[in-house]
């Protein structure tokens, strides 16, 4: 099975998501930055579904203005589940999905990307597509906010303009970790992003020429 998350690894380096699937116990152990960033994420979902009424946990209801949270849907070997799902008056969805960040970044939109195409599958109709992620102008007093502390940005045409390759790219992550070779640790595939946390990995994998640039 394929989730976002394992996409998204894909994306950062092709044999990250090999090694994930295939030889776990090459891989570093998560550290405790990765561990506080799972746990703010899960405080700001609770922030999150405090500023709706009734929001159901991984049951997707089709009555305008419900709200459901982690729902998990697949679609052949894929696999995602959701942040927010907003039934809106004509039946359709607003995804939206929580970040603990104070801005978008290139990786929400991919996320966003996958589960609008699993979500699509499932016949589900995306309308909205949005990041709901930290105010970095709100100052806290007194009890925290929940209306002040997120914000929501409108991703929906970034999103849908990935949509034409997102399949694509998602068959070939699923190729990648089905293979019986691993692909090239070479860090020349690795996200720009992503290459000193890569280097940490290829390094217990291949020796770098001597002079390498990375």
């Not at 090694?19 to 998560?30: I, R, V």
């Not at 999150?48 to 991984?58: K, S, T, W, Y």
């Not at 290139?106 to 909205?128: C, G, I, T, W, Y």
């Not at 929501?152 to 070939?172: F, G, N, P």
Request: net charge negative; aromatic share 8%; with cysteine.
């Amino acid at each position: 099975m394929i989730t976002k998350t394992d996409f998204l690894i894909y994306d950062q380096h092709p044999c990250w998501l090999w090694l994930s699937k295939n030889q776990p116990d090459l891989l570093p152990p998560d550290d405790e930055n990765l561990a506080q960033t799972f746990e703010d994420g899960n405080d700001l979902e609770a922030f999150a579904a405090q500023r709706f009424e009734n929001v159901a946990l991984g049951e997707l209801s089709v009555v305008p203005g419900s709200v459901a949270m982690q729902c998990v849907f697949a679609w052949g070997n894929f696999e995602c589940r959701s942040g927010l799902l907003i039934r809106e008056p004509d039946g359709s969805i607003h995804l939206v999905e929580i970040k603990s960040s104070t801005r978008v970044k290139p990786e929400h939109l991919l996320d966003l990307a996958f589960q609008k195409q699993v979500l699509e599958a499932n016949d589900q109709v995306m309308s909205r597509v949005s990041v709901m992620h930290v105010n970095n102008s709100y100052v806290r007093s007194g009890e925290i906010d929940p209306n002040q502390l997120l914000t929501m940005t409108d991703v929906t045409a970034e999103v849908s303009a990935l949509s034409s390759e997102i399949a694509t790219q998602m068959r070939t992550a699923e190729s990648t970790a089905l293979s019986v070779d691993m692909p090239d640790p070479s860090p020349r595939y690795c996200h720009k992003d992503f290459k000193k946390d890569w280097l940490r990995i290829a390094r217990n994998l291949t020796k770098l020429p001597e002079g390498c640039v990375y």
